[in-house]
């Protein structure tokens, strides 16, 4: 195996945001598609997000229901996949919940000048991985699988999502739309300006459309395109 399969997840508003610009959190979802993305963790070998995701929303990245967890104990796994962190130039807060919570590894990627100031940070939470200058998201894939990663969710935020999109790395993309608009321009978008490799030439593949209450899961399926 040279990469785990990828998938990508992310809620929306109509107007593409995954957040306002306020300091709360902005709830996108419902009920019935957290059970739903909770049911897909506990499918997956590990969970990535970024340094901005860590700090915005502090998530523990664990599966919740009590019935899964046992489920993957009993396969032999543990409770909650591996978590992954895609680190910025700022050291991680080792305080944060996705380090506290849960027995399960957590491994954080930095760019090769900042491997020392991000295990200075967590020495005592994380394995701190040196993915290269620029930071090589192929190298980040390849250590995954290595450590038995054979299924990765990529749950952004739109910094991650653009760099696993415009590299060509998503196999599956999950996006749930909300119905409503945020319609602020300081607002986080789900992708940054970037060249993609889908575009009206080549077009993702539709594989499921489900409404959930009053939010819609689209599951795309991007064209597949050989290794670079």
Same mark, same amino acid.
């Given at each position: 195996?040279?990469? +785990?399969?990828?998938?990508?997840?992310?809620? #929306?508003?109509?107007?593409?945001?995954?957040?306002?610009?306020?300091? %709360?959190?902005?709830?996108?979802?419902?009920? %019935?598609? /957290?059970?739903?993305?909770?049911?897909?963790?506990?499918?997956?070998?590990?969970?990535?997000?970024?340094?901005? $995701?860590?700090?915005?929303?502090?998530?523990?990245?664990? #599966? =919740?229901?009590?019935?899964?967890?046992?489920?993957?104990?009993?396969?032999?796994?543990? %409770?909650?996949?591996?978590?992954? #962190?895609?680190?910025?130039?700022?050291?991680?807060?080792?305080?944060?919940?996705?380090?506290? $919570?849960?027995?399960?590894?957590?491994?954080?990627?930095?760019?090769?000048?900042?491997?020392?100031?991000?295990?200075?940070?967590?020495?005592?939470?994380?394995?701190?991985?040196?993915?290269?200058? +620029?930071?090589?998201?192929?190298?980040?894939?390849?250590?995954?699988?290595?450590?038995?990663? %054979?299924?990765?969710?990529?749950?952004?935020?739109?910094?991650?999502?653009?760099?696993?999109?415009?590299?060509?790395?998503?196999?599956?993309?999950?996006?749930? $739309?909300?119905? /409503? /608009? #945020?319609?602020?321009?300081?607002?986080?978008? /789900?992708?940054? +300006?970037?060249?993609?490799?889908?575009?009206?030439?080549?077009?993702?593949?539709?594989?499921?459309?489900?409404?959930?209450?009053?939010?819609?899961?689209?599951?795309?399926?991007?064209? =597949?395109? +050989?290794?670079?």
């Amino acid at each position: 195996m040279t990469r +785990p399969f990828v998938l990508s997840s992310v809620a #929306v508003s109509l107007d593409g945001y995954i957040d306002d610009a306020t300091s %709360e959190r902005l709830l996108l979802s419902n009920d %019935e598609d /957290f059970d739903r993305v909770d049911a897909v963790r506990a499918t997956c070998d590990a969970i990535l997000v970024g340094a901005g $995701t860590v700090r915005a929303d502090d998530p523990r990245l664990m #599966v =919740r229901a009590a019935h899964r967890r046992q489920a993957r104990v009993a396969a032999g796994r543990p %409770e909650s996949p591996l978590k992954a #962190v895609i680190a910025g130039h700022r050291p991680l807060d080792p305080a944060a919940r996705l380090f506290t $919570t849960g027995d399960t590894a957590k491994v954080v990627y930095a760019t090769t000048p900042d491997v020392p100031v991000q295990r200075d940070a967590l020495a005592e939470v994380a394995s701190v991985v040196d993915a290269g200058d +620029p930071l090589d998201l192929r190298a980040v894939l390849a250590d995954l699988a290595e450590r038995g990663v %054979e299924r990765l969710m990529v749950e952004g935020g739109g910094t991650v999502h653009t760099r696993f999109l415009a590299a060509g790395l998503v196999d599956e993309l999950h996006v749930v $739309t909300a119905p /409503f /608009f #945020v319609g602020d321009a300081a607002a986080p978008r /789900f992708v940054n +300006p970037a060249s993609f490799p889908y575009d009206a030439r080549n077009r993702m593949r539709l594989l499921e459309v489900r409404p959930m209450g009053d939010v819609i899961l689209a599951r795309y399926q991007p064209v =597949r395109r +050989p290794e670079a």
